[in-house]
């Protein structure tokens, strides 16, 4: 098993570092000079044990709930119930609906994320004025990639720039104003924030997570700024930060600090990737003792994958913990895994199964069996009712229903550990600044785009292209490039295919729900109660 050696590390240094270490701290026990004039400690290292926490607050929420928003309602994945089983009130075919209810657990998060603000601020405050810009930055940069994630998926959202008082109320900001503060407090942290790429880096804000999230910003930048979400059109949308885009994706790719990597595509997002996969420019580091939440594996994986021997994984060992398999591929999706030699087709499985070796990842030529007959997943999905709970029955038949990710790959000495896994989680890697420079390049009508996208095929083994790429090339290529690493709901309504009847089995289900006002979640109803805010239009 992986040892997250950052989390143990940064977790002994916080025992070590007694009264610099208790994020409820009152805001009065600030700092009111440089801490290195009364500590006798490096300051910096004052900050490290400090922010260990702030780093990965959102483990357990990017581990799963977060993750089932943006793959469900994107058309990557639909959800299964059988029998009723994995319908959990509708919150997962909710989101592949697009009716969110605003108490589905799938898209209450929010305030998970704002306690992770909170924590940010409070060691801001704690730091006081005498500290330097290198020390807060860390501290600034998590808030702003905390504020993002509020204003991507819920819209209209509160600046929480410090520590609010107790039962104070803050408004919510307009998303366009949200945006521009974000871009304006990178801008301005991004020259305090290290460019180390190490192991000690790895897992926390540097200049690099920086500036792509700034080009995250940017790419969407029509899509933050309109009047209001529905007003948003991909077709005529102009943007006016795509030289911006392109500046900070060359900032990255001419620092040299990253490439697609040694590391073949599968081998990237496995139970051992690390901070040595040259790809990774931001990540979360989960294990499945130490620092817990990653549980990908748990909906997507075979139903009933307990206790067989031998499974899909290929271990001698068994899975003593039950999974889901209730989160299929789409029909749809899954034709985009076709190009011929692209080890991104190994990423789901489908037609007959084989055993995984789990060394390689690569099939072996051992069937998966299952009740004496090789599992053989679909691409079609075939409901045992036409409503919407997304009912396919609950036997071997109805376990065999759309494709299923292998992507993060997991073993029984992770997953039999509460059903958790030792897989770090990539939120920005640097295939994604080659393909964000090159959709930048392609929506100028500027040449340049097919040697970014050529990098791409070439490591993934796919075919090479011979033009500049189109608009919905890049779009397909981000598909199978970023597959089931919560984007593709992102790029959807960027590229203007959210509304998109997806699913033509949903065509006529009474609850779907194709408003544009959708392209953003409801506030979590208990949160609306506490700021007593407004509801998101269209819910």
Request: net charge negative.
């Amino acid at each position: 098993m992986k040892l997250n050696r950052l989390f143990i590390s940064a977790g002994l240094l916080a025992m070590t570092l007694t009264g610099c270490t208790d994020l409820d701290m009152s805001p009065n026990s600030q700092y009111t000079e440089d801490p290195s004039q009364n500590s006798g400690v490096d300051p910096m290292i004052v900050v490290e044990a400090k922010m260990a926490d702030v780093y990965y607050h959102l483990a357990g929420t990017l581990g799963r709930r977060y993750m089932e928003a943006q793959c469900l309602a994107s058309d990557e994945f639909t959800s299964l119930a059988f029998a009723g089983g994995y319908y959990d009130s509708g919150t997962y075919a909710h989101q592949a609906l697009h009716c969110s209810s605003p108490n589905d657990a799938s898209i209450g998060w929010y305030d998970d994320v704002t306690a992770g603000i909170t924590k940010a601020n409070t060691i801001l405050e704690e730091l006081g004025s005498g500290a330097s810009a290198q020390m807060k930055a860390p501290a600034r940069a998590i808030r702003a990639y905390y504020t993002w994630i509020l204003m991507d998926n819920y819209g209209d959202t509160p600046i929480l720039d410090k520590v609010q008082a107790e039962g104070s109320v803050v408004p919510r900001s307009p998303r366009k104003e949200v945006a521009e503060w974000i871009e304006s407090e990178l801008n301005d942290i991004i020259p305090a924030l290290t460019d180390d790429v190490t192991e000690n880096t790895y897992g926390k804000p540097t200049k690099w997570m920086a500036e792509v999230l700034l080009a995250k910003l940017y790419i969407n930048w029509p899509v933050y700024t309109a009047e209001s979400v529905d007003q948003y059109d991909a077709a005529t949308a102009a943007n006016p930060k795509l030289d911006a885009c392109i500046a900070a994706c060359d900032d990255i790719i001419n620092s040299g600090k990253f490439n697609l990597g040694s590391v073949d595509y599968l081998h990237k997002f496995s139970y051992d990737n690390s901070w040595k996969v040259e790809d990774f420019i931001y990540a979360i580091p989960y294990d499945a003792i130490n620092r817990q939440g990653m549980q990908y594996a748990r909906p997507r994986t075979f139903k009933d994958m307990k206790n067989l021997l031998p499974n899909v994984y290929g271990s001698t060992d068994k899975f003593t913990q039950s999974f889901g398999g209730n989160m299929v591929v789409t029909p749809e999706f899954a034709k985009l895994f076709s190009l011929d030699g692209d080890i991104r087709n190994l990423s789901i499985l489908r037609g007959d199964v084989y055993v995984r070796d789990p060394k390689t990842l690569r099939p072996t030529t051992e069937p998966f069996m299952y009740k004496g007959n090789q599992v053989h997943f679909t691409e079609n999905i075939t409901l045992a009712k036409k409503d919407n709970t997304i009912e396919v029955g609950n036997d071997a038949n109805a376990y065999q229903q759309g494709c299923h990710s292998i992507k993060w790959f997991t073993t029984p000495a992770d997953y039999n550990n509460g059903r958790n896994q030792s897989n770090d989680l990539p939120i920005f890697r640097y295939a994604d600044v080659l393909l964000m420079k090159a959709e930048a390049l392609t929506r100028q009508g500027s040449s340049g785009a097919k040697a970014l996208f050529n990098q791409i095929r070439s490591y993934a083994g796919a075919p090479t292209i011979a033009n500049e790429p189109t608009l919905q090339e890049i779009y397909d290529e981000r598909g199978r490039e970023f597959f089931d690493e919560n984007w593709r709901r992102n790029d959807m309504i960027r590229f203007g295919h959210y509304e998109d009847e997806f699913f033509p089995h949903y065509k006529d289900f009474p609850d779907a729900s194709f408003d544009k006002r959708h392209r953003i979640f409801p506030v979590p109803q208990n949160t609306i109660n506490l700021n007593g805010w407004e509801q998101n239009p269209g819910y």
